[in-house]
């Protein structure tokens, strides 16, 4: 097997921590890529406006003519040392993330904390009047705010979970997590303010899915629906297994009436667990079940 192969494997087989992993490193190479060919050609002043075409832009009117850019720029980084403490938060509170959350739930809360980062970097440098000198021509990128997103969830529903910090020791991720948030949105707020500000964006997506998950409101729910719907398209095989399944409960009442009363009863013992430990007893396998059951009633 070539070394393509062994990475589209791997791709395939990954969950979502890592293709979000494979997809900021592979749109990094593709960027270098370009960027090289751009200057062995003498043409590297083309190479600005080829990010325009992959970034958020602040100007509205671009943006609505690259309407993709709201997604494109939270994998694009152009700098190795941006890319690399991006992913390198991502895989470790990512890791953390799927044992609480599960792994739907961080590519929901990545997605939107980028989407949420980007649009409200966006309001704010159309609002007031201290971008108005660069309004029409500033740009953002990176995965800083989608990062930011699945930090701040982890440390809001678990926030008296610890990591070890090398030379340091165990520490709460709440900790963690509030200094990383001072130091990259906070400090010196003149400087990168569209980052800063897309920063806010995603901890704030972050804190209010980990707040109401924890209540026992899962708000990203329709979102996924729609992610879920989105990757059928690819997954041509999927539809037609659906379609029999169905069949064959209304072909078979029986079984249909069985497979109800065996779903039944492990929703009461859920239940039964909220009842004598609560809603935070639940393990993210029990939490999804329940969600997933709740919606078919």
Do not use: C
């Not at 979102?223 to 719907?229: A, E, H, I, P």
């Amino acid at each position: 097997m070539s070394i393509i192969d062994e990475i589209k494997a791997s791709f395939r087989q990954g969950n979502a921590l890592h293709k979000l992993i494979y997809l900021n490193i592979g749109l990094f190479l593709a960027v270098q890529i370009v960027r090289i060919i751009l200057f062995l050609s003498n043409s590297y002043e083309r190479f600005d406006g080829f990010l325009d075409y992959l970034a958020i832009p602040s100007n509205l009117d671009v943006l609505a003519r690259r309407p993709w850019t709201v997604v494109t720029y939270m994998f694009l980084h152009v700098d190795f040392l941006h890319v690399l403490f991006n992913l390198l938060w991502l895989y470790w509170f990512g890791q953390v993330f799927i044992q609480e959350l599960g792994l739907k739930k961080l590519l929901s809360t990545y997605l939107l904390g980028g989407l949420v980062g980007g649009l409200l970097y966006v309001v704010f440098y159309n609002l007031f009047p201290v971008f108005d000198p660069v309004v029409e021509t500033s740009i953002a990128l990176g995965a800083s705010a989608s990062v930011m997103a699945v930090v701040v969830a982890v440390a809001t529903f678990q926030p008296d979970r610890r990591m070890h910090l090398v030379l340091i020791g165990p520490v709460k991720i709440v900790y963690i997590a509030l200094v990383m948030f001072i130091l990259t949105s906070m400090v010196d707020f003149s400087v990168n303010s569209g980052g800063k500000i897309a920063h806010i964006g995603g901890a704030l997506t972050g804190f209010l899915i980990a707040y109401y998950y924890r209540r026992g409101k899962d708000i990203t729910r329709g979102f996924d629906r729609m992610m879920d719907g989105i990757a059928s398209w690819f997954k041509p095989g999927k539809q037609k297994q659906k379609m029999k399944v169905t069949y064959r409960r209304t072909a078979n009442e029986y079984e249909y009436k069985k497979e109800k009363a065996e779903e039944q009863q492990q929703i009461d013992e859920i239940l039964d667990k909220i009842s004598k430990g609560g809603y935070d007893s639940l393990t993210p396998k029990e939490k999804e079940t329940l969600f997933k059951m709740s919606g078919r009633k």
